[in-house]
């Protein structure tokens, strides 16, 4: 579980977050929605600390992430999984070699024993036989897979995923939501997700949180959010369906 308290954040005089009060739970996938700009991106990295908040209290089933040290910190990160935007592989490594990286950072463990961790997660993302492939050489749902098995190489409590949608179609996208939300039970993590897909709402929205313009308007679950009555929430799921619509039929 991980619990914001106010979180403000401003770069110099602009103000993005206005004070985010919220509780991502244990064992389920907590989506943060809301359109371009209103401020995901930047309340994911507030929590995992690569923007620091400018005031507010961030916590770990408890922890406070502000008081936090260099040292827990950095104990921390290593039970937080990434899914950022885009994949984000290296280009230049093989697919193994990509989902070795967190173990090879951050771990002692022999190459064997790295190697065998490797092929679990390969095998739970689905994805045999692509060891020795470049990313550039499998298909941009199985990047998207690959980066999945690297985020859960070191069998993180924390997973937070950027946009794990975008640039897939909408077939693809459902498999990657479905992966998300099936690790997120397995081993109970407490997964956010950032997206502004209607279809990955009302597939795997077990908690969701509505921010515009950085704040936060309404939370609640899929099944709460067909019978809400929130102007700019409205706006949002009309836009998102009238947008799956134009790339449906232009197919
Ligand atoms: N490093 C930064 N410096 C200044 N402004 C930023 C920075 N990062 C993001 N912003 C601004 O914060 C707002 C929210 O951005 P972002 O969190 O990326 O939105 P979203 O992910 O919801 O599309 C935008 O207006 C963006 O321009
Ligand atoms: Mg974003």
């Given at each position: 579980?991980?619990?914001?308290?106010?979180?403000?954040?401003?770069?110099?005089?602009?103000?993005?977050?206005?004070?985010?009060?919220?509780?991502?739970?244990?064992?389920?996938?907590?989506?943060?929605?809301?359109?371009?700009?209103?401020?995901?991106?930047?309340?994911?990295?507030?929590?995992?600390?690569?923007?620091?908040?400018?005031?507010?209290?961030?916590?770990?089933?408890?922890?406070?992430?502000?008081?936090?040290?260099?040292?827990?910190?950095?104990?921390?990160?290593?039970?937080?999984?990434?899914?950022?935007?885009?994949s984000?592989?290296?280009?230049?490594?093989?697919?193994?070699?990509?989902?070795?990286?967190?173990?090879?950072?951050?771990?002692?463990?022999?190459?064997?024993?790295?190697?065998?961790?490797?092929?679990?997660?390969?095998?739970r993302?689905?994805?045999?036989?692509a060891?020795?492939?470049?990313?550039?050489?499998?298909?941009?749902?199985?990047?998207?897979?690959?980066?999945?098995a690297?985020a859960?190489?070191?069998?993180?409590?924390?997973?937070?995923?950027?946009?794990?949608?975008?640039?897939?179609?909408?077939?693809?996208?459902?498999?990657?939501?479905?992966?998300?939300?099936?690790?997120?039970?397995?081993?109970?993590?407490?997964?956010?997700?950032?997206?502004?897909?209607?279809?990955?709402?009302?597939?795997?929205?077990?908690?969701?949180?509505?921010?515009?313009?950085?704040?936060k308007?309404?939370?609640?679950?899929?099944d709460?959010i067909?019978?809400?009555?929130?102007?700019?929430?409205?706006?949002?799921?009309?836009?998102?369906k009238l947008?799956?619509?134009?790339?449906?039929?232009?197919?």
């Open positions: 579980m991980i619990e914001t308290v106010d979180v403000i954040k401003s770069f110099n005089d602009k103000l993005v977050l206005k004070g985010i009060s919220t509780v991502f739970e244990k064992g389920r996938t907590n989506l943060i929605i809301g359109q371009s700009g209103s401020g995901k991106t930047v309340l994911l990295k507030s929590l995992v600390g690569l923007h620091d908040v400018t005031s507010g209290e961030i916590f770990y089933d408890g922890r406070s992430f502000n008081k936090m040290g260099r040292k827990d910190r950095k104990a921390l990160r290593q039970e937080i999984g990434m899914l950022f935007q885009g984000a592989l290296f280009d230049s490594m093989t697919v193994e070699e990509n989902v070795r990286f967190p173990l090879d950072m951050l771990t002692n463990q022999s190459l064997e024993e790295k190697t065998a961790r490797v092929n679990e997660c390969l095998d993302v689905k994805l045999e036989n060891n020795r492939k470049l990313p550039s050489e499998v298909s941009g749902g199985m990047q998207k897979r690959v980066a999945i690297r859960i190489a070191l069998n993180p409590q924390y997973l937070f995923c950027d946009e794990p949608n975008s640039g897939l179609d909408p077939r693809t996208s459902i498999v990657i939501d479905e992966l998300i939300h099936e690790i997120t039970h397995e081993f109970n993590m407490t997964t956010i997700v950032n997206t502004h897909d209607m279809n990955s709402v009302m597939g795997i929205g077990e908690k969701i949180m509505f921010i515009y313009e950085g704040e308007h309404w939370e609640g679950t899929k709460e067909v019978h809400v009555q929130n102007e700019q929430l409205e706006d949002f799921i009309f836009a998102s947008f799956q619509k134009v790339r449906e039929n232009s197919k």
